[in-house]
């Protein structure tokens, strides 16, 4: 028997879970395009951004974090913009694009998650009421059912847990994944904006990074 035949045998609840599917699939593919774009090289970006900070090149510090187009040189761009300001501005920035970039990245997860829990239980929906027509099918024929009659609707009404738990297991997995990707990708955003935060203070102090800073930073 081939798939759409078991699907047409599912009866009506195979399409929510059909629909469920196609929005996990939309999903995780949005969210592996976002994280692809989103990783950065924490060493590297921070050499560069040292660097212009140092020659006091704010302009091109900005610049640079344009070119990057990543959450990390979103949330430096905005805190470079209020650097005139001061530190305690800067740091303000800093957070409030921080938690803009947050909500962006987790934008998907809560619909992964929902996926995840209602598509087995979509799946047991269909087998409950699969089951109670199978019975229904034992009263229509007064008690004098034989295994064949009911074999057809009871595996019928099973298919639909099967196709659920297909669905449902991967959105689970997918999602557990997704959520330590972002926090390790948050993570490194933490430590980038602490570092830019050194930097404006080393900047207006100036005050001289001791070795081992500059080595636990680099």
């Not at 699939?25 to 660097?51: C, E, P, Q, T, W």
């Not at 996926?115 to 087995?120: D, E, Q, R, W």
């Not at 064949?148 to 991967?170: C, H, K, N, Q």
């Amino acid at each position: 028997m081939d798939l759409l035949t078991m699907f047409l045998k599912g009866g009506v609840i195979m399409y929510p879970i059909l629909l469920s599917s196609i929005i996990a699939v939309a999903v995780i593919i949005d969210k592996f395009i976002m994280l692809h774009r989103s990783k950065v090289n924490v060493a590297a970006f921070m050499i560069k951004l040292r660097g212009l900070l140092k020659k006091r090149d704010i302009a091109g510090a900005i610049a640079f974090c344009n070119g990057e187009k990543t959450p990390a040189a979103n949330i430096i761009k905005k805190g470079l913009k209020k650097i005139r300001f001061g530190h305690q501005r800067v740091k303000e920035a800093l957070e409030d694009a921080g938690r803009q970039e947050i909500t962006r990245l987790e934008k998907g997860l809560s619909t992964l998650a929902t996926v995840s829990g209602i598509a087995p239980m979509l799946g047991f929906l269909g087998t409950v009421t699969g089951m109670v027509t199978a019975f229904q099918t034992i009263q229509d024929l007064m008690g004098a059912a034989n295994p064949s009659d009911l074999a057809g609707g009871i595996w019928e009404a099973l298919i639909t847990t099967v196709f659920g738990l297909v669905v449902g297991i991967p959105a689970l997995a997918f999602y557990n994944y997704f959520t330590e990707r972002i926090k390790k990708l948050i993570a490194e955003i933490e430590v980038i904006s602490s570092d830019l935060m050194d930097i404006v203070e080393e900047t207006a102090t100036g005050a001289k990074p001791s070795d081992d800073d500059e080595e636990i930073k680099l």
